[in-house]
């Protein structure tokens, strides 16, 4: 039976240097350069897919291949993900197409509710979305962002009610929290870093960058 591990477990196993865990699951970006060779990247993975009985979701871009790993069966990662993005790995290295684990992202906008199921149907609708759970929406075309409602206990007039939630390589996190700074924006809190730090731009509009760290990992 397939068992569920954590996001730590993901990455201190050997062979998955490629990879990062994000929000969607454990996701790497291959830059290919040329249509042709992300053709050819794609064109193993699918085999390789098939003969594990485990597929991925795959972008394919002119100039990169982006891959998504998750196991549905367990609604979280597994041994089976790592089985496969090691081979993934060595196909693309086969390929001699590069891994740029900094290039993955996953981009969240979370909506401040104080009664969620008076406003999720409503995005549900408007977007075309499908619900998770009681506070998740999600695109099940797979390519836009996913809503997530956060419960408040009493309004809090002073705050924007949305924010954006941008899930990042744990390594890349300091270095996007003090690009953000660079650029105008300011620390609101740190409190929960490294799971996320919460960052305002020069008019108060928040972002949370995120991490799989300090999560129960």
């Known amino acids: 039976m397939t068992e569920r591990i954590t996001a730590r477990q993901f990455h201190e196993s050997p062979g998955v240097e490629d990879w990062r865990v994000l929000f969607s699951g454990a996701c790497a970006h291959f830059r290919s350069g040329s249509f042709a060779a992300g053709v050819a990247l794609v064109d193993a993975i699918g085999s390789l897919a098939d003969a594990a009985d485990h597929h ?8 990169g291949v982006t891959v998504r790993l998750w196991t549905h069966d367990v609604d979280g990662l597994s041994e089976r993900d790592v089985g496969l993005a090691r081979q993934i790995s060595e196909a693309a290295r086969r390929l001699g197409v590069p891994a740029a684990p900094a290039d993955v992202q996953d981009v969240q906008i979370a909506i401040d509710a104080l ?33 997530w409602f956060q419960h408040m206990d009493a309004p809090r007039p002073q705050r924007n009610r949305v924010h954006v939630d941008i899930s990042v390589p744990h390594d890349q996190a300091e270095g996007r929290v003090a690009a953000a700074l660079a650029a105008g924006g300011h620390l609101v809190s740190d409190e929960h870093a490294p799971a996320w730090w919460t960052l305002a731009d020069a008019e108060g ?13």
């Open 56 to 63: 991925p979701d795959v972008d394919l871009r002119y100039r």
């Open 205 to 217: 509009n928040e972002a949370d960058l995120a991490t799989w760290m300090g999560r129960g990992d």
């Open 115 to 147: 009664v969620g199921p008076d406003v999720v149907p409503f995005w549900r609708a408007v977007l075309g979305y499908r619900q998770v759970g009681d506070e998740d929406l999600l695109d099940p075309r797979g390519r836009g962002p996913s809503l």
